[in-house]
C-alpha cells in the first residue's frame, strides 16, 4: 500500500512533477493504491472530495475531477440543478472533508474518507477496499445522522466517480459495454458509443460551462437483481486503452449511471448506486445518531480495452467471495433440463442415476416435483416433504441412498423464499411471517413469500434445510427463486424500498446462517436460470446457473458470454446430450457445459454406447482443464457473442495453458475463420477427441480454423 498526503499551498498543488492551478485554494490530494491500482482523492476547503484520478500503477490523470465522491439525496435539500439522475444533489454538493484513515489487512487495503455537510448535520463515510492481486477496489457508503433532527433520505450512492476522461481524451472514443438479461436470453451484451444518438448524444454549446442532463443508465427492480440488465458494465476508451469495469453487488434493486456532466467539456462520471426513491420507491428515515450503508459496489481499471477491466473484474469476484466448499468442481447431474423437466419418480430416476454414474458424475440432484404428490407441484412448495407417491418403495431414501451406492452425493431443488398457495405452510405460518402490502400478503403466480426478516421464516426454512442435510444426508441445494413480489413490503418498514432492501439483506443473512451450518454443502444459485446473477449472493454460493434456455444453438451465446458476468468455475453451465443427436451434436452439449461448471443433464440412461461414451469423454476432458479454471480469466477473440452470430468464440486464459471454445452454430456448411491470437503456439484438441480433427493452421501471429461437416459441432483446444 502507498499512501501520500500532499499538502498543498496558495495558488497550487504541486503532485510530482504537476502543478495543478487551482486559484487561492488551500488544496490537498491523497495518493492511495495496493500496487497495481493508483487513486488520487482531491481534497478542497471549498468542494466536496472528489476521485481525480484512477488508473493502473505508474499512470495517472492529471485534471482535478468535479463529480463528488458522494452523491446524497435528502427530501426538503433536493437538487442544485433539476434533472431526474444521481448527480447535483445539494447534500452532495455541500459536503466537507473531515478526515480520512488507512487499515493495512493480510490480504486488502482500506481507506476510509470522512465527510459532513454543516447545514443537515450528515456525515458520510466511504469506505474504499482493494484486495491484493486486484486492479480495481470495493466501495461503500455510510452516512450518519450527527443532528437532532430527523431526515428522509431518497438516494445514496456506493460509488460516484468522475474520472473517465483526462484532459485531451475526448468523449468520441468512448465505448460502453453494458448488457439486458432475461429468462432464457441472458448475458446479451452491447457496445454503445457514448457520443451517439443511443449514448449520451450532442447537445452543441461548447460555451456553456452548464451541467448536461444526458444519461445512460441500467436499473434493475424487485428481487430479481438482474431479471433486466446486468449491474456489470465497462467504459472503453478506444483511444488510450484505458478501460474502467464495475459491478454492484446486491440481490435486489439497483441502479447504474454513466452522466455527461458539464456540456462545454467533454466530461463523463459514473454513478453507482442501490434503490433510490425514483426508481425503486426506497426512502429511508434517518433518526438522530441513526446511520445507514449502501450496498458494497466494484471498480476495475486497465489499460488492456474493457476486456483487461472484464479480467481484472474476474479476480475481484474471486477475492470477495467465500472459498468454495469443492474447489475441485466437481461434475453435477441434474434431472431437469431436457429429461424429467419437473416428474421425478423411483422409476425414471433410479436408470439415470446409473447412466449419470456411468459418465463420472460426481453429484446426482433431483430438481422440482420430489415433494408434490398432485402432480402440480408449482403451488405446493413450501413444506418439503419427500413425496410418497413419487417414490412409493423406499420412499424418497431409497433413491438417494442409490445415488450414494453408485459413488455420488445426493442433491435435491428447493425454492425455499415462497410457499405455494395450497401448501399447508401457507396456513400454517403467521400472516406476519410473510412479505405484505397495506396488510394483505402478496401473491405472485400461486406463491406466497416468505418475509425473512420474521422469526417463524427463519425457523420454518432452518429447519427445513436442517432435516434435509441431517436426516437425507443431501450434500447439494439447488436454489432455486421463480416468482417476484414487486416493489417491496411495507410491514415494518418506513417505505416499500425500504422493506425489500431489509428482506435482501434478511435474505443473504439466512444464507450465511446456512453456510455456518453446513459448510460441507455445495449451494448453487439458480433464479429462473440467471435471474439473480449478482455477487451479493454469489460472494455466499459455489455456482449460478447461466440459463433455462433448452436450444442447444440458443444456449451457446449465453454461456460464452456468461463469464464476464461470473467467475467461470462458478458459471453453471447446462450439458444436455440428447439419445438420437450425432456425435458432432453431443460434442456441441458438452462443449458448452465444459465452458464453465459443467451442470449435466439429458436422457443419458435412452444412449447408446458410443452415445454414452462421447459423453464420459467429455466428462474425462472437463476433469483435465478443471485444474486450470479456478485460475483462468476470460478473454474473447471475436468479441462478446450475439443470438445471431454463426461462430462463438471463448478463451480462457491460465497461468500455464490458454483454452478456446469454438461453436459454430448454423446449419450447413462453414467458412474458415481466422484469428490475430499473437504468436504461433501449440495447439491441441481437448475435446473431442474421438471426432474428426479439424483444420489448423498457423500464419505468422494468425491462426485459421477450419471445422469438417455441416450443422453444430464445437471443439476445445489446448494452447500452452
Not at 463515510?125 to 455510510?142: D, E, K
Not at 456540456?263 to 453507482?272: H, K, M, P, S, W
Not at 445471431?644 to 468464440?649: E, K, R
Request: aromatic share 8%; with cysteine.
Amino acid at each position: 500500500m502507498v499512501l501520500y498526503l500532499l499538502a498543498g499551498w496558495q495558488g497550487c498543488v504541486q503532485l510530482g512533477s504537476a502543478i495543478s492551478a487551482i486559484g487561492s485554494v488551500i488544496m490537498e490530494r491523497i495518493r492511495w493504491g495496493n500496487g497495481l491500482i493508483d487513486l488520487i482523492v482531491g481534497i478542497d476547503a471549498d468542494r466536496p472530495v472528489t476521485i481525480d484520478s484512477l488508473d493502473v500503477a505508474g499512470h495517472e490523470r492529471t485534471t482535478p475531477a468535479r463529480q463528488p465522491l458522494v452523491e446524497l439525496l435528502v427530501l426538503g435539500q433536493g437538487r442544485m440543478l433539476t434533472n431526474t439522475r444521481f448527480t447535483s444533489t445539494a447534500v452532495g454538493d455541500r459536503l466537507r472533508y473531515l478526515g480520512h484513515r488507512t487499515e493495512t489487512g493480510d490480504i486488502a487495503e482500506t481507506l476510509i474518507i470522512d465527510q459532513r455537510d454543516e447545514v443537515t448535520g450528515l456525515q458520510v463515510s466511504t469506505t474504499l477496499t482493494a484486495y491484493a492481486g486486484v486492479a480495481g477496489f470495493q466501495t461503500t457508503t455510510t452516512v450518519h445522522n450527527t443532528s437532532q433532527s430527523v431526515h428522509l433520505i431518497q438516494l445514496l450512492s456506493s460509488l460516484a466517480l468522475g474520472c473517465v476522461l483526462d484532459d485531451g481524451e475526448r468523449l468520441d472514443d468512448l465505448v460502453l459495454h453494458s448488457a439486458r438479461n432475461s429468462w432464457c436470453a441472458e448475458s446479451r451484451w452491447t457496445q454503445t458509443r457514448l457520443r451517439a444518438d443511443e449514448g449520451l448524444g450532442r447537445i452543441g454549446r461548447p460555451d456553456w460551462d452548464i451541467e448536461s442532463r444526458s444519461s445512460v443508465a441500467a436499473v434493475s427492480t424487485s428481487t430479481w437483481s438482474t431479471g433486466q440488465q446486468l449491474p456489470t458494465a465497462v467504459i472503453d476508451n478506444l483511444a488510450t486503452g484505458r478501460a474502467i469495469g464495475w459491478q454492484i453487488e446486491h440481490n435486489g434493486a439497483w441502479c447504474w449511471e454513466v452522466d455527461s456532466r458539464w456540456i462545454g467539456l467533454d466530461e463523463v462520471a459514473v454513478i453507482l448506486s442501490g434503490p433510490d426513491d425514483l426508481d425503486h420507491q426506497w426512502v429511508l428515515r434517518l433518526a438522530p445518531d441513526d446511520r445507514f450503508t449502501t450496498v458494497p459496489a466494484s471498480i476495475t481499471v486497465s489499460r488492456a480495452g474493457w476486456q483487461g477491466a472484464v479480467a481484472a473484474l474476474t479476480e475481484h469476484r474471486r477475492a470477495i467471495r467465500r472459498p468454495l466448499v469443492r474447489p475441485d468442481l466437481p461434475v453435477i447431474f441434474n434431472d431437469y433440463m431436457n429429461a424429467l423437466m419437473g416428474d421425478p419418480t423411483t422409476e425414471k430416476l433410479l436408470p439415470l442415476i446409473d447412466a449419470a454414474a456411468r459418465t463420472g458424475a460426481e453429484y446426482f440432484c433431483i430438481d422440482a416435483g420430489w415433494y408434490d404428490d398432485g402432480g402440480n407441484w408449482w403451488p405446493s412448495v413450501g413444506d418439503w416433504q419427500p413425496s410418497t407417491v413419487r417414490f412409493p418403495d423406499g420412499g424418497l431414501q431409497r433413491v438417494l441412498d442409490h445415488i450414494r451406492s453408485r459413488g455420488m452425493l445426493p442433491g435435491l431443488w428447493v425454492e425455499p423464499e415462497v410457499i405455494g398457495v395450497h401448501s399447508p405452510a401457507a396456513n400454517r405460518l403467521p400472516d406476519e411471517a410473510f412479505l405484505q402490502r397495506y396488510g394483505v400478503r402478496i401473491v405472485e403466480h400461486d406463491r406466497y413469500f416468505l418475509d425473512l426478516r420474521h422469526p417463524a421464516a427463519r425457523a420454518h426454512l432452518d429447519e427445513v434445510i436442517d432435516r434435509l442435510v441431517e436426516g437425507y444426508g443431501v450434500r447439494f441445494f439447488k436454489l432455486d427463486y421463480n416468482v417476484t413480489p414487486g416493489a417491496g413490503t411495507d410491514r415494518d418498514a418506513f417505505s416499500v424500498g425500504d422493506g425489500l432492501l431489509q428482506q435482501n439483506r434478511a435474505q443473504l443473512d439466512w444464507l450465511r446462517g446456512v453456510r455456518d451450518r453446513h459448510p460441507e454443502v455445495v449451494i448453487e444459485n439458480c433464479s429462473s436460470g440467471a435471474m439473480r446473477m449478482d455477487y451479493a449472493l454469489l460472494s455466499l454460493l459455489e455456482l449460478q446457473s447461466t440459463s433455462d434456455q433448452m436450444d442447444p444453438a440458443l444456449y451457446v451465446p449465453i454461456a460464452a458470454a456468461a463469464p464476464a458476468s461470473v467467475t467461470p468455475e462458478q458459471a453453471g453451465n447446462w450439458a444436455y446430450p440428447q439419445p438420437g443427436m450425432t456425435p458432432e451434436e453431443i460434442a456441441f452439449c458438452m462443449i458448452t457445459g465444459l465452458a464453465g461448471r459443467v451442470y449435466l443433464s439429458g436422457h443419458l440412461n435412452r444412449m447408446s454406447e458410443a452415445e454414452l461414451g462421447l459423453v464420459r469423454e467429455g466428462v474425462q476432458a472437463y476433469e483435465g482443464l478443471r485444474v486450470d479454471l479456478g485460475q483462468a480469466v476470460p478473454f474473447w477473440p471475436v468479441g462478446l457473442p450475439t443470438s445471431q452470430d454463426p461462430v462463438v468464440m471463448l478463451g480462457l486464459r491460465a497461468p500455464h495453458a490458454s483454452y478456446l471454445y469454438v461453436w459454430f452454430t448454423q446449419p450447413g456448411g462453414h467458412d474458415p475463420v481466422t484469428l490475430d491470437l499473437g504468436p504461433k503456439a501449440p495447439i491441441s484438441t481437448v475435446y473431442p477427441a474421438s471426432l474428426p480433427d479439424w483444420s489448423l493452421t498457423w500464419e505468422a501471429d494468425r491462426l485459421t480454423i477450419q471445422p469438417h461437416g455441416v450443422g453444430l459441432t464445437a471443439r476445445v483446444f489446448r494452447i500452452s
